[in-house]
């Protein structure tokens, strides 16, 4: 949906609108995401000096959200080189450079492969 979004703006007010949307509905998300991966965990024990599942549960959130945000932390390192060397052109437009179709192409069809 994101995709198909982004693709059909044309100007730059509608990508910042579409870009709010989707940020809402993104934020959205990760909270839901985050109070369902904490209803899983088990819950404590009667006894209040077991802390075992304390540790045991602030393990498992902590591994949930190495693997949940990883790809946050290395897209832009993996997408803006492979964005520069596939998509560099020598246009500019008001001194900013313009990248082609292919490097974008290259981007989205790598992260829709991943995805």
Partial sequence: MAMGSMILVRTVQQMV??????????????TMDTSLAVDTLRLSSTNNNDTSH????AQLL???????????????????????????????VDGEMVYSIRGYGVVLGLSAFYY
């Fill in 54 to 57: 304390k540790k045991e549960n």
């Fill in 62 to 92: 902590g591994v949930w959200g190495v693997a949940g945000f990883i790809g946050t932390a290395l897209g832009p390192l993996v997408g803006g080189p492979l964005l520069y060397i596939f998509g560099k052109t020598d246009e500019e």
């Fill in 17 to 30: 609108f579409v870009s709010v949307v989707l940020g809402g509905a993104n934020g959205m998300y990760l």
